[in-house]
């Protein structure tokens, strides 16, 4: 009986933990005069736990950080950018990573290929983890509005 209440305790923290995701997200996009807009994915990590870079020095840990748009006649992706990324080694895996905590922001430059109106749809897929454990890999939709340009 004790072995069951305990595995069923460890179930319920399970759950918990996943039920509350600490990472959320907020984006938004800012049409630039030069033709091109950039989609901000803003993140704010709780305390305690982080999410991963867009790139990480070895392929035999973590999942990094992918922001994937989905194609479209109106617009292009250009490029991803990401704030500096702290390095440090990641007790979870016993390697080297690049992670963001708290508050960080991932930018997506998006070229316009017309003048109308549209909007940027994609997702972004991330692994949070805090010193003890990781939740499974996340994938967010978004999908950003932005107005025709002002001329």
């Given at each position: 009986m004790?072995?069951?209440?305990?595995?069923l305790t460890s179930l319920i923290t399970v759950v918990t933990t996943l039920a509350?995701?600490?990472?959320?997200w907020e984006f938004?996009?800012?049409d630039r005069p030069d033709g091109t807009v950039l989609v901000r994915l803003h993140a704010h990590v709780d305390e305690g736990w982080h999410i991963y870079g867009l790139?990480?020095?070895?392929?035999?840990?973590?999942l990094a950080t992918e922001v994937r748009v989905q194609e479209d006649e109106r617009y292009a992706l250009k490029e991803v950018h990401e704030?500096?990324?702290?390095?440090?080694?990641?007790?979870?895996f016993g390697m080297v990573v690049r992670y963001h905590s708290g508050e960080t922001e991932f930018t997506a430059?998006?070229?316009?290929?017309?003048?109308?109106?549209?909007?940027?749809?994609?997702?972004?897929?991330?692994m949070v983890c805090n010193d003890s454990t990781c939740l499974p890999p996340v994938a967010i939709p978004f999908a950003v509005p932005v107005p025709a340009p002002i001329k």
């Open positions: 004790r072995a069951f209440m305990t595995i509350a995701d600490p990472v959320h938004t996009a800012e790139w990480l020095p070895r392929n035999d840990g973590p704030p500096r990324a702290t390095e440090a080694v990641d007790v979870n430059v998006i070229e316009r290929l017309g003048d109308g109106p549209f909007k940027v749809t994609g997702e972004v897929e991330y």
